[in-house]
């Protein structure tokens, strides 16, 4: 007693603990010392310790039989096996094959075992097997008991017995021990059995007849605390590195010492500072697998069937689909949650349900889910649960194509548009009835296109081919030509609506109406010659749908597409007026975002940017972002982001119509964008020259465009945008060249609106610019004349100034107070200050103001309007503007000098390369630099745009100062 006292204070608990690598096991280990005091006193002891399979049971009976052999106690050891809990005696067995046991005692083992084996059908104690039920015959019992007790008795040491996992041990063993323990009152015997907590009850301990108390003890493992995760980590780790990943460890293994040991391991290769997140890798894997088979078939299996049926398990069911009853299956739940498998009935973490999926065969894992759908089906569970079963087993029931199409409905509601995809695909490849297969295509069509249009192109081929053979609605249809038109295939569209407008079952009203919608897309898209084929040209055939042709009210509430076809072709082909945005703003109100809705909104929102509703237009556009957010859908984002690159275009802030179109042709790429990447591209285009970045405006205009988008209004837009980075770049040539062939290309087709294409103010601008005043002074004129007084105050106002640059003194000063005029009736100031800049120059040029010009110009300026143009850049329709003067508003004048060395430094030269080339001091061009900086009032960085605009308005000057034009 005394030595072992003294032992235990030498040795103490936490060394051993520390050196076996157990954590927070020292109550339990200091238990089973005491029970070892007790038994070297004469008591008999039993303890049972019982804790969740990879508690660290076998470690700590390992660490007390190593201390008490070095005491000098005899051990005897066993593992029961599930595999041979129906050998009789099997793990008695194992316990007296010890060279400490008395020869005589091994060989009248031997022999009784046989006697044992031979009794219950077997033919050896060595056989593995033995018949089912099978049952040791009393008297051979009551012998063996007679050994086991006289071994006790003969042992002048302490004897110490451990078994581990004693719930796979043969019932004949354990009431062997009992039998040993019971009937030894007192002797030096310590037992100890290891137990693991699972879901059947353990009825074996009960019916070996174990004694109770004081002689039984009971132990408990439970899980770590986070001290203790925390500490093994460290451990082998590091401090820091298990300080930063303890939490997210106990939640992964829940406290379990083998799935802890399993984390340490997948995070054990990253050096330095460790791991800065933890990785939950192939060891923790191998444990989680280890765990749930140590914890028997049953467990196996309901965790199993949790994997398969994720949130969706519940006990009832899982009990159904493996046919255990209910009872059972929740006792199962609550042993692998007190194992740390599982959290709530649910596993911690996605890596540990793949490990358990991964684990079954593919065959087995597709028959699961195909029954766990069917089950969740059949219980009334929500069709995208049932959908991710039938996609997870790759298989489509009868019934299951409208299930699966409902289900991608429901994952657009929700946003997810790939899993939307996949089950449409899967539906696809489920059905064998063409109808079906072409729906589901056009459905794919539709809910692909959010992502990126590109994707859906090879779609379009098997969508226009049913269509053909009738297996498409109307609505369909529709579809297929607007992504059809999307991509520029505008023959093959014709050629279709020409197929299919004969069917009988293309006569319902809402299918003619659908059909009317798509010839009004075609001829508003492609209004050259496929849209002449379908609705007629500019011989007078009515192509507005508005005409006698056009379709009923009633046809319009049928199809909602076909109201925003004829939005789209009245403002082609009439331009903006008051009732088309009366119209479009009830669009806006009627229509929430969505796969039928958002070309409706597009259109809708173009009709007011158009019309010059720029303050309304942003407040809708803004609204319906806020909606596209949650519907992740990256082509409804770039659209919205070039409406409002086009909104800053026309407001004149360049920069941030620079930024919006960026995003737009970035969250959708040019591919992506069909002959529609006209529209984001010009307005790029445009921002960036007028901010003076030519290169980077030079740089876009290479990016590849289809050729289709020329026979469109989009390519019309791209090519006068092309001409404005030419006149800013100064290829004025070009640039004419460029505005004529838009005024052509818009009278063939019937589009010669100068409210929306102001193409004789362009070229009038070009013509300014290269000295042919005469001709500019015309196109102006003609321009004017075209615009009615209503239509777009800014193209009229651009134009005003164009008009007054072509002409003389005093008409000049009458014309550009018109525009300043016209300019009040918009929604943005920003524009006033252009006309304003130019009527204090002229004023300055030629002084002679009347007392009626000095009294509007004081009304001017009181209504908030500077006297000289703003920094910035110009608008949308509008010249560049010029550069802030030295004083007021007096024209910037550089000297010789001046202008020989700014232009050397815009073109990126150094302060010490332009003095060597003007063969000048570094002083010298110093100077010269500030008086310029001073004069034009800007930086460095912005010279090149300034000097480009002082260049271009001295040219102004020029054909103001040679005389007024005058009209042929």
């Given amino acids: 007693m005394m030595a072992t006292t003294t032992l235990w204070k030498q040795e103490r608990a936490g060394e051993l603990l520390a050196s076996s690598g157990l954590y927070e096991r020292h109550d339990a280990l200091a238990s089973l010392f005491s029970l070892y005091r007790d038994s070297l006193e004469g008591e008999t002891r039993l303890a049972v310790v019982g804790g969740p399979v990879g508690s660290g049971k076998a470690t700590l009976l390992r660490t007390f039989a190593e201390w008490v052999t070095r005491s000098g106690a005899v051990y005897l050891s066993a593992d029961a096996s599930r595999s041979e809990r129906s050998i009789p005696f099997g793990v008695l067995a194992q316990l007296l094959r010890n ?35 099978s049952e ?37 063993t354990l009431r062997c021990l009992s039998f040993l323990t019971r009937r030894l009152q007192r002797g030096h015997l310590l037992t100890v059995l290891n137990h693991a907590v699972q879901s059947e009850p353990l009825t074996i301990l ?54 802890v040991n399993g984390l340490i391991e997948d995070n054990r290769a990253n050096r330095g500072d460790g791991p800065s997140a933890l990785v939950v890798g192939a060891s923790f894997k191998e444990a989680l697998l280890s765990s749930l088979y140590r914890c028997g078939q049953a467990a196996l299996e309901v965790a199993r069937e949790i994997a398969v049926l994720g949130d969706s398990a519940t006990s009832a069911l899982v009990s159904c689909l493996i046919g255990m009853d209910s009872n059972s299956v929740q006792r199962t739940i ?51 649960e049932v959908a991710k079963h039938l996609l997870a087993a790759e298989r489509t029931p009868p019934c299951g194509v409208p299930l699966l199409r409902s289900a991608a409905e429901e994952a657009l509601a929700d946003g997810d548009v790939d899993l939307a995809l996949s089950f449409l695909r899967l539906a696809y490849l489920g059905t064998p009835v063409p109808d079906e297969q072409a729906a589901t295509v056009a459905m794919i069509v539709r809910v692909g296109w959010r992502s990126d249009p590109d994707l859906t192109t090879r779609h379009l081929p098997d969508l226009a081919d049913a269509a053909r053979h009738g297996h498409l609605m109307g609505s369909e249809v529709s579809l297929l030509v607007q992504a059809m038109l999307w991509f520029g295939q505008a023959e093959q569209v014709c050629e279709l609506l020409t197929e299919v407008a004969g069917k009988p079952d293309m006569c319902t009203p809402s299918t003619a109406a659908y059909l009317e919608a798509s010839r009004l897309w075609l001829h508003s898209v492609f209004p050259g010659t496929a849209g002449q084929q379908i609705a007629g040209g500019p011989d007078g055939t009515d192509r507005s749908g508005s005409g006698e042709g056009a379709p009923s009210a009633a046809a319009v509430s049928i199809s909602p597409s076909l109201e925003v076809a004829r939005l789209l072709t009245q403002l082609t082909m009439q331009g903006p007026t008051a009732a088309l945005v009366d119209r479009a703003e009830r669009q806006l109100r009627a229509h929430r975002l969505g ?7 597009v259109v809708a929102l173009l009709v007011l940017i158009v019309s010059d509703r720029l303050s309304t237009a942003e407040r809708w556009c803004e609204s319906l972002c806020e909606q596209e957010e949650a519907a992740n859908a990256p082509t409804w984002h770039g659209q919205f982001a070039a409406l409002r690159a086009e909104i800053y275009l026309r407001r004149g802030n360049m920069r941030m119509a620079e930024h919006y179109a960026h995003i737009a042709l970035t969250v959708l790429p040019p591919r992506s964008w069909g002959v529609a990447v006209g529209f984001p591209l010009s307005i790029l285009i445009q921002a960036t020259a007028s901010l003076g970045k030519c290169d980077e405006a030079r740089r876009h205009l290479e990016i590849p465009v289809p050729d289709a988008m020329f026979e469109t209004p989009v390519g019309l837009r791209y090519l006068q945008a092309r001409g404005r980075c030419h006149l800013a770049d100064g290829q004025f040539h070009s640039a004419l060249e460029g505005f004529l062939t838009i005024g052509e290309l818009a009278g063939r087709w019937g589009m010669d609106l100068p409210s929306i294409l102001p193409w004789r103010t362009d070229a009038a601008q070009a013509c300014l610019a290269l000295g042919l005043k005469r001709r500019s002074w015309e196109l102006a004129t003609e321009q004017l004349a075209r615009c009615a007084t209503s239509a777009s105050p800014r193209i009229r106002a651009v134009t005003l100034r164009v008009l007054a640059a072509s002409s003389g003194p005093a008409e000049r000063s009458k014309l550009l107070r018109q525009a300043f005029e016209v300019l009040r009736q918009c929604d943005d100031r920003g524009q006033l200050a252009h006309p304003q800049y130019d009527l204090s120059w002229s004023r300055q040029m030629f002084p002679e103001p009347s007392a009626a010009e000095a009294s509007e110009d004081s009304g001017a300026s009181e209504g908030g309007v500077v006297e000289r143009a703003p920094r910035g850049a110009y608008a949308a329709d509008s010249e560049p503007e010029v550069p802030d003067g030295a004083e007021g508003a007096r024209p910037v004048v550089l000297s010789t000098a001046e202008m020989r060395v700014a232009s050397l ?16 001091t570094i002083s010298t061009v110093e100077q010269h630099l500030t008086r310029t900086y001073r004069k034009l009032r800007v930086t460095r960085s912005e010279l090149p745009r300034a000097l480009h605009r002082a260049t271009y308005r001295a040219s102004e000057r020029s054909a103001v100062g040679s005389g007024p034009a005058r009209a042929p």
Avoid at 595 to 601: A, D, G, I
Avoid at 905 to 920: F, P
Wanted: proline share 6%.
């Fill in 595 to 601: 796969e039928r809705s958002v070309s409706c909104l």
């Fill in 206 to 259: 009960f019916e070996a007849e174990m004694p109770s108390e004081p002689i039984l003890c009971r132990i408990s493992l439970p899980l770590l605390t986070p001290r203790g995760v925390e500490a093994m980590l460290a451990e082998h780790l590091g401090r820091m590195t298990a300080r930063r990943l303890v939490a997210d460890a106990l939640v992964v293994s829940g406290g379990n010492p083998l799935l």
């Fill in 905 to 920: 430094a815009a073109h990126g030269l150094s302060n010490r390369e332009i003095a060597g080339k003007l063969y000048v």
């Fill in 334 to 384: 609550w042993a692998l949650d007190e194992t740390g498998v599982l959290a709530d009935g649910r596993f911690r973490h996605s890596e540990a349900k793949a490990a358990v999926l991964a684990g079954l065969a593919a065959e087995d894992r597709t028959n699961r889910h195909t029954r766990a759908a069917d089950a969740l089906f059949r219980t009334g569970a929500s069709t995208t």
């Fill in 99 to 133: 060279p400490e046991i008395p020869p005589q005692i091994a060989q009248q083992t031997a022999a009784l075992l046989d006697e044992v084996s031979l009794a219950t059908g077997g033919t050896s104690a060595e056989e593995t097997r033995a018949q089912p039920g």
């Fill in 136 to 172: 040791v015959p009393p008297l051979l019992f009551h012998r063996m008991c007679m050994l086991l007790l006289d071994l006790a008795q003969r042992t002048r040491r302490p004897l110490v017995i451990g078994v581990n996992d004693a719930q796979e041990a043969d019932l004949a």
